[in-house]
């Protein structure tokens, strides 16, 4: 009987703490009501979590300058775990929440299955992060991506390999020696097979391709068999948790060569945070690690300082996470350049709006302009005017070395 | 095989397989005395990763020191999950306690995520970061062999840990009554052993010993509130092929893993390498459920029969 | 007084009662007319009748499978890759999955019966992993990790449709169907020799029951359902991959459904996926973002609450409090 009670209590005050705590925003009749689908819980919360960061900071930021055409955003935001999940929520902020515009989805497995309900609802989806080509060739007329997909960042990095590097170990394109790693998630395969197909297709030299799972707690069979290969550039696309123990593997059995990583895996902070000293020199494609500031006009110099300088009041002191750019990147351009074009939240006025923006590279966010690829076009709906950029840690901070126009430092040599 | 590799595949493998030893043991006692398959052990090792991060982070002492402070802590914890969760499932079906832990497990990653974050996070020893180079030995026709302090000490605390823990099981009087409990639990009783005592002493044990893994594998990886799943896995396959409840067993089949582990890596495809130990752990469960060490007539007795 | 036994028979307005609950569900959607809740509703239908298709084994046989998932697994890749690739009805490969599912099902079972209860399941559960690593590396064949996205051309032949009320009702369909054999076969001399075999074995061998076959036949019905579940997953939410049908997690949840609802009864796993499918949602959608992970920390105390207060599972327990659902 004891029990009982004790159990009828517990269950008593679970669903009242439900009640009390449930995130509902009050008082939002008058506010653009923007979804979120991002991962919070899970093993891709790392980076949802700071993905969503991003997106807050854009959000607060609006709102602090008056919001968009005079009405601030306010934020309904979701929990999306896994695909699954993802379809779910989308369903629920779609149809419980009225949300006719989200923002999402981090990873391309999430964004797959969430854009597929919003595509159906006919509710415009603006994707930030997932860089899988899946996304955007299924010719889906309401799902938008403002990043770069995982061709672009993949044929950066081998371009950079071949046109940068290669001179500076005096070797010449084709006698250069590559391998690849992947992990063999979403993310490592849709990024490798873009690393291979550029390879092929510029001839070059790749002398081993490794493919392992992110979920492995060694990796020295891995770094043994890059060892006997003896490349001269390891590409490497992996996720934070297995970079660092590929980097650790690497030294432990001295494994010399250069590496160039990704933002998801060595360009985050957290690498630096294991390594120290140890990191300069690795570089990671992807994301660009800064808002650079040469074409950028007062206002949005001012404007990437402010991100900045919030972050860090959030972070105690951290440099921003560059997943946490490319949230606030997605979210400033539909506050800024969409949505007050659209003057409403109506998903196809938002779609017509973001065909017809065209803004040069370097006058939108992060050095990106935005054009979405029209329907009918090769990846419809994909911004043909983000880049995927080139970072390396130079004296523990992540610096932008490529492409030459928006760079903020030079590319060293590593040791 | 070249003769540099094999022996650098080999110490790679030992190495890693010290560690999966130390990790296996407090799993393979908990099930061996008390019939729990733990489905929450990766998260104690996780949880005791984390408390030596932040033993190490705030006070900045070393962090095999912080291990060895943090062992009552470890233990404490372990007494109160006993309480919490375990002991209020002794007498229900395999299943009910099977998935208690499983729940726990759910609710330990997300209470560290909640208060910890997401993110990674490592710390690296300040002297012992270059490998150390052995060789080159001639006569073997071996050029060099790459050792490194961190993974060594981990795996030399690790056998040495083990090894006194075989030791208290076997000679003290504490260890014996834990045998005893293991072997029969109604004679046991019978005798006046305190089966209740031994048990929260036993699962409290296996907590420390996962967590002292933890605790020195922290210079080697990084952790996050999901780590403990990546370990887990490996950890029943190795308490399967030394036989669940044998603690020589757990610490000969980690050693085996280990090596089999990085050789099948190279061989056959580091992506492929879990296929591997997944189909000798299948294997090995049809053939010898008892695995390498277990004592085959009583598990015989009790769980096999043949198919008609 | 309540009379000590209930006599069957006694009270024949109560053999109306399922009827009524049948229709009502049969109702209920074309009342509730919002997509979140047909949503939840089609993950009801969706996880419960794949926790019933566990239950057949690990209830009836008492066989305790961890690696259930491959079969969904199984499922879902089977009707997908043969429309993707020949463009072959799902409602063709479903049936195909099925009998793939439980021709695989048929192996494991014929290698695995030897085990018993904590061996059985590790032993399953590495199968399952071994199900997901091959989804994951035969990249050229499941485009790995990636995924495979189907089609969304509404087409009823092709089982595909705009709305979800279609998917709510062969939910529904499924669901029923899964219920009703599990009733066969608790009322079946199969139902009887499984029960037999998984209170005594022995005495069930030496009374002449072939504890092997009949096993295996719990095994087969169990693959071929969850793979039919793995199709109607693939065809509602149209993307699959490998961590959304083969990972471990969704053997651990569907076993978990089955277990909190009651384990070996017929209507416990509905049970289970009905309490706990929405308390999932619900906590997620209310509380999914206001401090990552509670939500889950929730669902994780309730569940160990549940499973420390009521091992028997919440089914059996509600029969036990109350009186007129203990007698038909």
């Known amino acids: ?415 | 095989m070249d003769p540099t590799l094999f022996t650098q595949l080999l110490i790679s493998g030992i190495l890693l397989g010290g560690i999966y030893a130390l990790a296996s043991i407090g799993l393979t006692l908990i099930f061996g005395v008390m019939k729990i398959v733990n489905f929450a052990h990766g998260e104690f090792f996780m949880v005791a990763m984390y408390l030596t991060y932040w033993v190490v982070h705030y006070f900045h002492i070393d962090p095999y020191l912080a291990t060895l402070i943090l062992v009552p802590v470890v233990f404490l914890i372990g007494i109160v999950t006993y309480y919490l969760f375990i002991r209020p499932t002794l007498s229900s079906s395999v299943l009910a306690q099977i998935f208690i832990t499983v729940g726990l497990s759910t609710i330990i990653q997300n209470v560290v995520l909640l208060f910890w974050s997401a993110d990674f996070r490592s710390i690296s020893l300040g002297y012992a970061t270059d490998s150390l180079v052995l060789g080159p030995f001639p006569a073997l026709h071996i050029e060099e062999a790459m050792v490194s302090p961190a993974r060594l000490i981990a795996f030399g605390l690790a056998i040495l840990l083990s090894l006194a823990f075989y030791l208290f099981l076997k000679l003290s009087y504490t260890g014996k009554i834990i045998r005893a409990t293991s072997q029969d639990r109604s004679a046991a009783l019978l005798m006046g052993i305190n089966t209740d005592r031994i048990y929260r002493l036993t699962f409290a044990i296996g907590i420390v010993l996962v967590g002292l893994a933890g605790g020195l594998v922290l210079p080697v990886y990084s952790v996050h509130p999901f780590v403990g799943f990546d370990f887990v896995l490996i950890m029943f396959v190795v308490v399967v092929l030394g036989g669940m409840g044998s603690v020589v067993g757990a610490m000969v089949s980690g050693l085996i893993i280990g090596v089999v582990e990085v050789f099948s890596s190279y061989w056959i495809g580091q992506e492929n390498k879990q296929v591997i130990y997944f189909l000798v752990f299948i294997a090995i469960l049809v053939v010898r459920p008892s695995g390498l060490f277990g004592l085959k007539e009583e598990e015989e007795l009790e769980h096999i029969e043949t198919i008609d | 007084m309540k009379p000590l036994i209930d006599r069957p028979g006694s009270r024949p307005w109560l053999k109306v009662v399922p009827w009524i609950v049948v229709l009502a569900l049969c109702v209920l959607p074309l009342i509730i007319r919002n997509d979140f809740y047909l949503d939840a509703l089609i993950l009801i239908f969706l996880w419960g009748a794949y926790a019933g298709a566990w239950n057949i084994l690990a209830g009836y046989a008492g066989m305790m499978s961890l690696g259930h998932s491959a079969f969904f697994g199984i499922g879902a890749y089977t009707s997908t890759l043969l429309l993707l690739r020949f463009g072959l009805s799902p409602w063709i490969g479903m049936l195909a999955g099925g009998l793939f599912a439980s021709t695989i099902g048929l192996i494991l079972g014929v290698i695995c019966f030897r085990l018993r209860s904590h061996y059985f399941a590790l032993a399953t559960l590495a199968f399952g992993e071994v199900g997901y690593i091959c989804a994951v590396n035969f990249r050229s064949l499941t485009g790995g990790s990636e995924g495979l996205a189907l089609p969304i051309r509404p087409d009823a032949l092709l089982f595909s449709f705009a709305g979800k009320l279609p998917y709510v009702y062969i939910g529904l369909f499924l669901f029923l169907a899964v219920i009703a054999i599990s009733y066969a076969i608790e009322h079946s001399r199969l139902g009887y020799y499984l029960t037999a075999f998984r209170e005594n074995e022995n005495a069930a061998r030496a009374l002449g029951v072939r504890t092997g076959r009949v096993r295996l036949i719990a095994m087969v019905l169990s693959s071929f359902i969850s793979a039919v579940m793995g199709t109607f997953y693939a065809q509602y939410v149209v993307f699959i991959d490998p961590s959304s049908v083969m990972r471990i997690q969704i053997s651990v949840q569907v076993a978990l459904f089955a277990i909190v609802g009651g384990i070996g009864t017929t209507l416990g796993p509905a049970i289970g996926a009905m309490i706990f499918v929405p308390i999932a949602m619900l906590l997620r959608a209310e509380m999914g973002t206001s401090l990552p992970g509670l939500h889950m920390i929730i669902y994780g105390v309730i569940l160990v609450l549940v499973l420390l207060y009521m091992p028997q599972g919440i089914g059996p327990k509600l029969k036990e409090k109350i009186p007129f659902l203990r007698s038909p």
């Not at chain 1, 919360?45 to 009405?71: E, R």
């Not at chain 1, 993802?86 to 929440?97: F, H, Y």
């Not at chain 1, 415009?124 to 309401?142: D, V, W």
Request: include cysteine.
């Open chain 1, 1 to 415: 009987m004891k029990k009982r009670v004790i159990s009828a209590c517990v269950m008593a005050s679970v669903v009242c703490g439900l009640l009390l705590t449930g995130n509902q925003v009050y008082g939002q009749e008058n506010m653009w009501r923007v979804g979120t689908i991002l991962p919070l819980t899970g093993p891709l919360a790392k980076n949802g979590i700071k993905n969503f960061d991003g997106v807050k900071i854009a959000t607060d930021m609006v709102n602090d300058q008056g919001g968009v055409l005079g009405k601030k955003v306010a934020l309904v935001s979701a929990d999306a775990p896994d695909p699954q999940a993802a379809a779910s929520e989308a369903n629920r902020l779609i149809t419980n929440e009225k949300i006719t515009a989200i923002i999402g989805t981090q990873a391309s497995t999430l964004s797959m299955a969430a854009t597929v309900v919003a595509e159906k609802a006919k509710v415009f989806y603006l994707e930030n992060e997932g860089i899988s080509g899946g996304i955007t060739s299924r010719g889906f007329k309401y799902t938008f991506r403002t990043t770069f997909d995982s061709d672009m960042m993949a044929y950066q990095m081998i371009d950079f390999a071949a046109d940068v590097i290669a001179p500076k170990i005096k070797k010449d394109a084709g006698s250069l020696r590559l391998a690849i790693v992947q992990e063999d998630g979403g993310f490592g395969t849709s990024t490798g097979k873009g690393l291979t197909d550029r390879a092929k297709a510029r001839n070059l030299n790749v002398v081993a391709t490794e493919v392992y799972s992110a979920k492995t707690v060694d990796l020295s069979g891995l770094v043994m068999k890059l060892k006997r290969a003896k490349p001269d550039i390891v590409l490497a696309a992996q996720y934070i948790n297995d970079s660092i123990l590929f980097h650790r593997q690497a030294k432990e059995l001295k494994l010399n060569t250069i590496v160039i990583g990704t933002t998801a895996g060595q360009g985050n902070p957290d690498f630096v945070q294991a390594f120290g000293k140890d990191a300069d020199g690795v570089m990671a494609g992807g994301i660009p690690s800064e808002i650079s500031v040469q074409r950028l006009t007062a206002q949005q110099k001012k404007d990437a300082d402010e991100f900045v300088r919030r972050y860090k009041a959030s972070h105690n002191g951290e440099y921003p996470n560059p997943t946490s750019f490319v949230g606030f990147a997605g979210a400033w351009i539909l506050y800024k350049f969409i949505l007050p074009k659209a003057g409403s939240l109506d998903p196809d006025k938002l779609r017509e709006a973001a065909l017809g923006l065209d803004i040069p590279r370097g006058k939108g966010v992060l050095n990106w302009g935005v054009k979405f690829a029209k329907p009918g076009e090769k990846n419809a709906g994909q911004n043909v005017y983000a880049s995927a950029g080139l970072n390396q840690w130079q004296n523990g901070e992540l610096k932008l070395i490529f492409p030459k126009e928006v760079a903020s430092a030079e590319f060293k040599l590593p040791r």
